[in-house]
């Protein structure tokens, strides 16, 4: 029988040994603790990653100690209509590029930069990807967004780490969630429905998660 044909688009990265997340994270390690080729009768690896490994939701408890946990975040957050925004700058994202979207609250946004062309073509964590600026974070706080997502490790630049605190606690004080490192190469701008749950990790400051949409 032939495979039915899906109209789901996979935008999230595979999880793997030894890949990489931020310059100074841990990289991630899986182990098979039962194997077949030693005499087991099953397959069972052991995964050891932080919270943040690969396509993964960010939640307020990330940067604030005493904001809301992973596993208490709305479902609906990361279900439903999303846009994907194709953004043209090569440096950041920036609020006069996002002007003309007339973008409406509690959308989902997802922008699709030169990133997804390159960033995942090497295992090394690079710079000069393209960032969300802390004027375009102000502009999507303030037209209150439900979700912004991105399409490498961070919401924010490599170089000004303050930058970079900035916009993750502009968007997760302000009740934004921010799905990270989402590959949208191939993937045209428009409408799409998208799915991204989160493990239901008890009190945890983030999550990985298999991102996927499809056109509307």
């Given amino acids: 029988m032939a495979k039915a044909k899906s109209d789901w688009i996979d935008i999230s ?17 899986i182990v098979l603790v039962r194997d077949p080729a ?71 946004i997802l922008f699709k930069t030169k990133n997804s062309s390159w960033v995942y073509d090497t295992d090394k964590f690079v710079t000069g990807y393209v960032y969300i600026s802390t004027e375009a974070a102000r502009f999507l706080v303030e037209k209150k967004v439900r979700l912004v997502g991105v399409d490498y490790l961070t919401v924010g630049g490599s170089v000004d780490r303050e930058q970079n605190r900035t916009v993750h606690t502009m968007f997760l004080g302000n009740g934004v ?23 239901r990790l008890r009190q945890g400051d983030a999550s990985p998660c298999r991102a996927v949409i499809r056109p509307l």
Avoid: C, W
């Fill in 38 to 108: 030693k005499g087991d009768k099953n397959t069972m690896a052991m995964i050891t990653m932080i919270t943040h490994t690969g396509t993964h939701i960010d939640a307020p408890r990330h940067f604030f100690p005493e904001g809301t946990p992973i596993d208490e975040l709305p479902l609906d957050t990361f279900i439903g209509p999303a846009r994907v925004i194709e953004i043209k700058d090569t440096e950041s994202v920036k609020p006069a590029e996002l002007e003309p979207y007339d973008i409406q609250p509690g959308e989902r």
């Fill in 177 to 199: 969630s921010i799905l990270e490192e989402t590959n949208l190469k191939g993937v045209k701008a428009g409408k799409y429905e998208l799915m991204a749950l989160p493990l």
């Fill in 13 to 29: 990265i595979p999880v793997f040994a030894g890949m990489i997340g931020g310059p100074n994270d841990p990289l991630v390690k």
